[in-house]
């Protein structure tokens, strides 16, 4: 056989024995998010209010002006993006943007780089604040197997809508890597949701504090598409977000 005809075949062999083999687990090497949220709270303030000046009994003559705290209802939408993309078997890249919410509470954009091993994982990044255009550490961390059950704990870590899952979680997961179905993530996060402010009104930027509730996030992929749903709730706050996930398979 002439060397020609052999040529061909030896580079296909070297071909396929130099790349992955064929996806038979719906291992994805990109993850892409593309979803909207909502959450809202109550905003508590000092202001002036007229209060009604009795005579004797007879009807109000009159009011007086006093400062008593007001609470008001407060909603806040978003949208925003996401994608997790693996380079290697054991490298994760996350990066997300958001926009909407107030000028003080704007998601702006989170990246973040993971190792992630066998039992265990661990990552570090940035966040940028769209409205102080100051940078912040973003982390992660990980016990266990990641397609398995595992202790989890986040830092800023990149989200769809940074508003509704807070800026820490920690908690338990499931499925939280490449594979097809089912996964979750439960647990306690600490969101930014209120402002105690003080007279005239509120103002232009609020001075929020943090409560920690108990959080969800469901997500379910099938072989080239999926949806997730993120939500939270603890007294006068809520958060709910929901998208899809869209899966690039080898």
Do not use: K
Not at 27 to 40: E, H, K, N, P, T
Not at 67 to 92: I, L, S, Y
Not at 94 to 109: H, L, Q
Not at 112 to 124: D, I, R, S, T, V
Request: charged share 20%.
């Amino acid at each position: 056989m002439h060397l020609r005809h052999v040529v061909p075949f030896l580079a296909l062999f070297a071909w396929q024995t130099s790349v992955e083999p064929p996806d038979t687990t719906g291992i994805a090497r990109v993850r892409a998010w593309l979803g909207a949220g909502a959450s809202g709270f109550q905003l508590r303030f000092w202001d002036w209010v007229d209060d009604p000046i009795t005579c004797c009994g007879n009807p109000p003559c009159g009011t007086t002006r006093v400062r008593e705290v007001v609470r008001r209802r407060r909603t806040e939408m978003r949208a925003g993006a996401r994608v997790d993309a693996w380079p290697a078997r054991q490298v994760r890249i996350s990066a997300a943007a958001a926009i909407g919410g107030s000028a003080d509470r704007v998601g702006g954009g989170r990246v973040l780089a993971a190792l992630e091993l066998p039992l265990l994982g661990a990552g570090a990044g940035a966040s940028l604040d769209a409205a102080d255009g100051e940078g912040r550490a973003a982390a992660y961390a990980r016990i266990g197997p990641l397609d398995g059950v595992h202790v989890r704990a986040d830092l800023r870590h990149p989200s769809v809508a940074p508003g509704v899952m807070g800026f820490a979680r920690a908690g338990l997961a499931l499925n939280q890597g490449r594979r097809l179905g089912t996964g979750f993530f439960v647990g306690m996060a600490d969101v930014r949701i209120a402002a105690d402010t003080t007279y005239p009104a509120p103002p232009t930027t609020l001075v929020t504090r943090v409560r920690r509730m108990p959080f969800l996030e469901v997500t379910h992929t099938a072989r080239n598409l999926g949806f997730f749903l993120q939500a939270h709730a603890a007294g006068d706050a809520w958060g709910v977000a929901a998208g899809v996930i869209g899966r690039l398979v080898p």
